[in-house]
């Protein structure tokens, strides 16, 4: 019987390992282990021999059994894995096709520009506010120390209403409303559209502004430049700039600040008129005259405030050379941004 | 404003380089918009006098002229028939180079040799045009470098003078700004004269005590018909006036150095009478000097000669009482006029002229003496003139030519954020013309009108210091910004939802063409064109513009949109609401080589359905729709959806559907009517939405609260319901949502189709009922039961059948 046992044993291990398919191993493992297998036959055989001999014969087939059932699950394993890989091979794609397109929106260059600097600006601390486009000549101009017969009016073409009203031809009438409706410290910007009757190539009747106001008991120019030094530089990494006088009649000392241009690094181009230099910035210390306006005492508060152009920015972010291209909403232009 | 670097160097020393000078003028507060070269390509042109004439014996046109340079003689063909034997010309000899860099070089003109060409002022780039060859002075000495001789080279610098700076609109001005920042002395202006006294006595009455503070009259006489010095026509030409003769060169020279506008009378119209400035008379009509006649009214200051207006003050002199070319004698004024109505009669009379825009800016009143002096010093060193002292010498009682400013130098050094020196903050000061008594500045005359309060001091520390001494510092104290508006946080959510779906962001003017307009309640009544004068409602005309554009440019498959502003009247208020509207042309995804994708294709109105469920969802609201006909009119116009005088509808009707939150309309969508397309030529179907910002921002957001999901499977039934077209989707969910069993978690459509199969007034609709229960896995029988009570019921309802 041992006998038997051992050429069922090498048998079936033969045919174990030469199995070549999972489905000829299937076959294998029900001639070896199944109901009709030579294991069953040698354990119905087992009656046959003596009984004292029966323990230990039983124990060597189970043995045996047990070692081939390991076997074939090995093999089981490994023939998988290998026709796995064989059928991958088979189902190669093109790679190289393109992916299914999703749909890819964009943001316009102007929202983006303004997302940049209220970004940058936020970060120290300055809270982003909302002002209103159709204004009273009181917040467009009278309270920001512009009188009705004022030179500076030249400075602004206004659109006028049918109504009292005008467009506001700057974002600093936002200084007078927050003002107006708290108190110190006051610090934010107001991004927003403004209207000037004017329109060219680096003129639109309708433009972008971002209006910047800190007030608190005491505040100096130093500050100003601070904070103007350290927006730019954010902006445009650290690049020259220069403040020079200027005049607003809402600030006083006033001034106007510009980049070393971005485009000639310095040299002159076009682009800044060949004189080196881009001015991006109006700024200055909020006039006495302004907080008298808002019901401030100008011996108790002092404050800055600057004006940026969002277009400004937008085209020597971005290298556009006329503004109207972003009123055309062409989408070719939409999509490059 | 234009300046003539040579006139700026009559009274300053520059000894540094244009490009050092612009530099230094910039960083003081006067940005250089334009440097003009004159003259700098010319060469070799001198002073010749014209010895002799003779005929070309081969031209009938040309003359053959022999110049002498006062050593030797020049012979030289010309076309010229202005000239004769004796006159000096300016000669291009050969080598020389003229005006666009046309050279002269010896030549022969109908086989007669030619050394040279005689020149006009256009060869020389100092005219347009010119008749004939220009005939100079006789005293310009023969021989000389003409170039150098007519100071025809210049520098001009095109300056922006800032509004408040009105003392600098003048070349004595700049130079005295300059001669600061230069930090060399200022010449004085000569005004040395031989006076004679005043011949007559002119009484002057001031009727407009609020517009004139000074009144100043001179006679001179016997100006002798000469040329104006060509200096003086050079320096007027640099700076864009023209010369017309010796009287009237002679003071727009003086307002040009000095700022003061001048005015010179006919002495013939003045002398014996009398003189006032006083208030037009209604519609009373004036020709003025420009030959246009000005109606006045009662608001108009005039200087009046027996009662009869003579001049508009401060803006333009009458044509009547002018100089001409015979004038010999004449009455010089100058005068201190009020800015602010100089301002109004400029805009009344749409006229803007070097007067005026002087005095508007205000003058100062110290120069009104120094200019007459001035003018009248130039007359009689050029034209021999016999000049008389004041005979008209009015001072307003009370004015004043300087001011005062009470200050503190910590207050100064505390709002630039330094610690200056008394000395440093005296320095510039002093050198600007302020004095400085203790606590007090006072302030020059010719900047009065801009230094009023100790700030401006700080200002002209920092201007002439420059800014570069000053620290940058960052403010200390923290304020705490507040959480973003809603509004804004909205506008920002549902942005990039679109954005994130594929939508482009655009942006566009608030003022649209009356055409689209549905009213005009808001207008612009200086509008640049027409097609952009009235406020806009919404967003619509604006972004269906921009499809037109789009669409006529080959862009299709388009899908944009824009978050802004609509404007309206309310009780006469101005109001605006945020709206973000979109369009969606063709294709949500585009066309797609992957059949899987591309088949999303089609539907718009369902897409714009699903997107808005979506993006509001994201947002944290929870979108319903109502159909047009269960709106009522005054919700639709308290969300702005509506307006006043508006009829149209845009959507087709059946297309069209309002989008609710807790019960509130907050927006609409639907495919555009292609009658109302046709206004802005467009074709293609176009699916449009609109939601209120402004509105949704004022609705509250519940925080989620968590719910427990089953752990247990669930089961799905399906049914294929044919239904009639007419019954609508919404009256089966309705009826089921309100029959449903326990266990119904969910129901969905699966599919939709119409076929000849079905009839072709039905439709089949493949309805999924999700079924499952949160404490135990659910057995068929359970399922099957719950599933055939609803169908039946459903059936039996609708009187429906299945497939």
């Known amino acids: 019987?041992?006998?038997?046992?051992?050429?069922?044993?090498?048998?079936?291990?033969?045919?174990?390992?030469?199995?070549?398919?999972?489905?000829?191993?299937?076959?294998?493992?029900?001639?070896?282990?199944?109901?009709?297998?030579?294991?069953?036959?040698?354990?119905?055989?087992?009656?046959?021999?003596?009984?004292?001999?029966?323990?230990?014969?039983?124990?060597?087939?189970?043995?045996?059994?047990?070692?081939?059932?390991?076997?074939?699950?090995?093999?089981?394993?490994?023939?998988?894995?290998?026709?796995?890989?064989?059928?991958?091979?088979?189902?190669?794609?093109?790679?190289?096709?393109?992916?299914?397109?999703?749909?890819?929106?964009?943001?316009?260059?102007?929202?983006?520009?303004?997302?940049?600097?209220?970004?940058?600006?936020?970060?120290?601390?300055?809270?982003?506010?909302?002002?209103?486009?159709?204004?009273?000549?009181?917040?467009?101009?009278?309270?920001?120390?512009?009188?009705?017969?004022?030179?500076?009016?030249?400075?602004?073409?206004?659109?006028?209403?049918?109504t009292d009203h005008v467009l506001r031809t700057h974002t600093s009438p936002a200084q007078i409303h927050e003002m107006?409706?708290?108190?110190?410290?006051?610090?934010?910007?107001?991004?927003?559209?403004?209207?000037?009757?004017?329109?060219?190539?680096?003129?639109?009747?309708?433009?972008?502004?971002?209006?910047?106001?800190?007030?608190?008991?005491?505040?100096?120019?130093?500050?100003?430049?601070?904070?103007?030094?350290?927006?730019?530089?954010?902006?445009?990494?650290?690049?020259?700039?220069?403040?020079?006088?200027s005049y607003f009649p809402f600030t006083e000392p006033s001034s106007e600040i510009d980049v070393q241009c971005v485009m000639c690094q310095g040299?002159?181009?076009?682009?800044?008129?060949?004189?080196?230099?881009?001015?991006?910035?109006?700024?200055?210390?909020?006039n006495r005259e302004v907080f008298k306006s808002v019901g401030y005492n100008p011996d108790e508060v002092q404050g800055f405030a600057f004006g940026v152009g969002v277009e400004r920015i937008a085209m020597l972010m971005h290298g556009i050379n006329d503004i109207r291209l972003f009123y055309e909403n062409d989408r070719r232009f939409l999509e490059q941004f | 404003?234009?300046?003539?670097?040579?006139?700026?160097?009559?009274?300053?020393?520059?000894?540094?380089?244009?490009?050092?000078?612009?530099?230094?003028?910039?960083?003081?507060?006067?940005?250089?918009?334009?440097?003009?070269?004159?003259?700098?390509?010319?060469?070799?042109?001198?002073?010749?006098?014209?010895?002799?004439?003779?005929?070309?014996?081969?031209?009938?046109?040309?003359?053959?002229?022999?110049?002498?340079?006062?050593?030797?003689?020049?012979?030289?063909?010309?076309?010229?028939?202005?000239?004769?034997?004796?006159?000096?010309?300016?000669?291009?000899?050969?080598?020389?180079?003229?005006?666009?860099?046309?050279?002269?070089?010896?030549?022969?003109?109908?086989?007669?040799?030619?050394?040279?060409?005689?020149?006009?002022?256009?060869?020389?780039?100092?005219?347009?045009?010119?008749?004939?060859?220009?005939?100079?002075?006789?005293?310009?000495?023969?021989?000389?470098?003409?170039?150098?001789?007519?100071?025809?080279?210049?520098?001009?610098?095109?300056?922006?003078?800032?509004?408040?700076?009105?003392?600098?609109?003048?070349?004595?001005?700049?130079?005295?700004?300059?001669?600061?920042?230069?930090?060399?002395?200022?010449?004085?202006?000569?005004?040395?004269?031989?006076l004679t006294d005043s011949s007559s006595t002119l009484s002057f009455s001031n009727e407009g005590k609020e517009f004139c503070d000074r009144y100043t009259g001179r006679i001179i006489r016997n100006i002798k018909k000469v040329d104006t010095p060509l200096k003086i026509k050079r320096f007027l030409q640099g700076m864009g006036v023209g010369s017309i003769n010796m009287v009237v060169d002679i003071t727009n020279y003086v307002l040009l150095e000095t700022g003061q506008p001048l005015h010179a009378f006919d002495l013939s119209h003045v002398n014996g009478h009398d003189v006032s400035c006083k208030k037009a008379n209604a519609k009373e009509k004036i020709t003025g000097l420009d030959s246009k006649t000005y109606e006045l009214s009662t608001e108009d200051y005039v200087i009046a000669i027996n009662g009869k207006a003579q001049a508009v003050a401060g803006l333009i002199g009458g044509n009547e009482s002018s100089v001409n070319e015979s004038t010999a004698d004449i009455f010089l004024e100058a005068a201190n006029f009020f800015p602010v109505s100089i301002r109004k009669a400029q805009q009344r009379h749409g006229l803007r002229t070097e007067s005026s825009i002087r005095f508007e800016k205000g003058t100062d009143i110290e120069a009104v003496e120094r200019a007459s002096e001035r003018a009248a010093h130039l007359y009689q060193k050029y034209a021999g003139a016999v000049v008389e002292s004041l005979t008209i010498d009015y001072k307003k009682e009370?004015?004043?030519?300087?001011?005062?400013?009470?200050?503190?130098?910590?207050?100064?050094?505390?709002?630039?954020?330094?610690?200056?020196?008394?000395?440093?903050?005296?320095?510039?000061?002093?050198?600007?013309?302020?004095?400085?008594?203790?606590?007090?500045?006072?302030?020059?005359?010719?900047?009065?009108?801009?230094?009023?309060?100790w700030p401006c001091l700080a200002e002209e520390v920092l201007r002439i210091n420059g800014f570069d001494g000053v620290p940058s510092v960052l403010p200390l104290e923290t304020v705490i910004p507040s959480k973003k508006e809603r509004k804004r946080e909205l506008r920002d959510l549902i942005s990039d939802f679109m954005i994130s779906n594929g939508f482009n962001q655009v942006v566009s003017f608030p003022m649209i063409s009356p055409k689209v307009a549905v009213n005009q309640d808001l207008v612009i009544k200086n509008p640049i064109s027409l097609e952009a004068s009235v406020m806009r409602v919404d967003i619509q005309p604006e972004l269906l513009r921009i499809t037109e554009h789009n669409l006529k440019r080959q862009q299709e498959n388009l899908k944009l949109f824009e978050v802004g502003k609509g404007f309206s009247l309310v009780n006469n208020q101005p109001k605006d609401t945020v709206f973000c509207e979109g369009i969606c042309t063709g294709a949500l995804f585009g066309k797609s080589y992957q059949k899987n994708v591309s088949k999303i294709k089609g539907d718009d109105y369902f897409i714009i359905k699903g997107l808005l469920l979506a993006c509001l969802k994201q947002t944290g609201f929870?979108?319903?729709?109502?159909?047009?006909?269960?709106?009522?009119?005054?919700?639709?116009?308290?969300?702005?959806?509506?307006?006043?005088?508006?009829?149209?509808?845009?959507?087709?009707?059946?297309?069209?559907?309002?989008?609710?939150?807790?019960?509130?309309?907050?927006?609409?969508?639907?495919?555009?009517?292609?009658?109302?397309?046709?206004?802005?030529?467009?074709?293609?179907?176009?699916?449009?939405?609109?939601?209120?910002?402004?509105?949704?921002?004022?609705?509250?957001?519940?925080?989620?609260?968590?719910?427990?999901f089953s752990k247990f499977p669930s089961t799905r039934r399906d049914i294929a319901l044919v239904i009639p077209k007419s019954l609508a989707f919404e009256k089966i969910e309705r009826f089921v949502e309100?029959?449903?069993?326990?266990?119904?978690?969910?129901?969905?459509?699966?599919?939709?189709?119409?076929s000849e199969k079905i009839g072709s007034e039905n439709r089949s609709l493949g309805l999924a009922f999700v079924y499952q229960n949160d404490k135990k896995t659910l057995e068929d029988k359970d399922v099957n039961r719950a599933h055939d009570k609803l169908s039946e019921k459903l059936l039996k309802e609708f009187n429906l059948s299945t497939r």
């Open chain 1, 1 to 162: 019987m041992k006998t038997q046992l051992e050429s069922i044993q090498k048998f079936s291990h033969d045919s174990i390992l030469g199995a070549k398919t999972s489905i000829d191993l299937d076959l294998v493992k029900s001639r070896t282990l199944g109901k009709s297998s030579d294991f069953n036959g040698l354990m119905k055989m087992l009656a046959t021999i003596p009984k004292e001999e029966r323990p230990e014969m039983g124990k060597l087939i189970n043995t045996v059994k047990n070692e081939l059932e390991i076997l074939i699950n090995k093999k089981q394993k490994d023939l998988l894995k290998s026709e796995r890989e064989s059928s991958l091979a088979t189902q190669k794609i093109d790679s190289s096709l393109p992916g299914v397109e999703f749909p890819v929106g964009t943001k316009h260059p102007i929202t983006q520009t303004i997302e940049r600097i209220t970004e940058i600006l936020g970060r120290i601390g300055f809270d982003t506010k909302e002002g209103t486009e159709i204004e009273t000549d009181f917040y467009n101009f009278e309270a920001l120390n512009i009188k009705e017969d004022h030179p500076a009016r030249d400075m602004h073409d206004t659109f006028y209403l049918n």
């Open chain 1, 180 to 245: 107006e409706s708290n108190s110190p410290p006051i610090k934010i910007i107001v991004p927003g559209q403004v209207f000037r009757c004017d329109s060219d190539v680096t003129h639109s009747p309708v433009f972008h502004q971002i209006e910047g106001l800190y007030v608190n008991k005491k505040v100096s120019f130093a500050e100003l430049k601070g904070t103007l030094s350290f927006f730019i530089n954010e902006l445009f990494g650290t690049t020259p700039i220069r403040f020079r006088p």
């Open chain 1, 267 to 286: 040299k002159g181009c076009n682009v800044c008129g060949h004189t080196g230099w881009l001015e991006i910035l109006g700024a200055g210390m909020v």
């Open chain 2, 1 to 194: 404003m234009k300046f003539s670097l040579n006139w700026l160097k009559e009274y300053v020393t520059i000894s540094i380089t244009t490009e050092e000078l612009v530099n230094k003028l910039v960083m003081a507060g006067h940005e250089v918009e334009e440097i003009i070269e004159l003259g700098h390509e010319l060469k070799n042109v001198i002073a010749g006098k014209i010895i002799s004439i003779e005929k070309h014996p081969d031209a009938d046109k040309l003359v053959i002229t022999q110049i002498s340079d006062g050593t030797t003689d020049h012979q030289i063909v010309t076309g010229a028939n202005n000239i004769n034997v004796g006159d000096i010309v300016p000669v291009a000899i050969p080598g020389a180079v003229l005006h666009k860099g046309f050279k002269i070089k010896a030549s022969k003109l109908r086989g007669v040799p030619s050394n040279g060409m005689l020149c006009s002022e256009t060869e020389l780039g100092l005219a347009e045009s010119s008749n004939g060859i220009w005939i100079l002075d006789k005293e310009t000495p023969v021989g000389v470098d003409f170039i150098a001789y007519a100071s025809i080279q210049d520098t001009i610098l095109d300056v922006s003078i800032l509004p408040n700076r009105g003392d600098c609109q003048s070349v004595y001005g700049l130079a005295r700004e300059l001669s600061v920042v230069l930090n060399t002395p200022l010449k004085k202006l000569e005004t040395t004269l031989t």
């Open chain 2, 398 to 453: 009370g004015v004043s030519s300087s001011s005062s400013i009470k200050f503190a130098y910590k207050d100064i050094n505390q709002l630039i954020g330094l610690n200056l020196s008394n000395q440093d903050i005296d320095n510039p000061l002093i050198k600007l013309g302020f004095e400085i008594e203790n606590d007090r500045v006072f302030v020059p005359s010719w900047r009065v009108r801009d230094c009023i309060d």
């Open chain 2, 622 to 708: 929870n979108l319903e729709f109502l159909s047009e006909e269960d709106v009522d009119e005054s919700e639709l116009i308290e969300s702005s959806l509506k307006n006043k005088g508006d009829d149209s509808n845009s959507y087709i009707p059946g297309k069209h559907t309002y989008l609710t939150v807790n019960k509130k309309v907050i927006g609409e969508f639907g495919i555009l009517h292609p009658n109302f397309l046709d206004t802005y030529d467009i074709s293609d179907e176009v699916a449009y939405f609109k939601l209120n910002i402004s509105v949704l921002a004022k609705l509250n957001v519940e925080v989620a609260t968590y719910r427990p």
């Open chain 2, 738 to 754: 309100s029959n449903k069993p326990r266990t119904l978690k969910k129901t969905f459509i699966f599919d939709v189709f119409e």
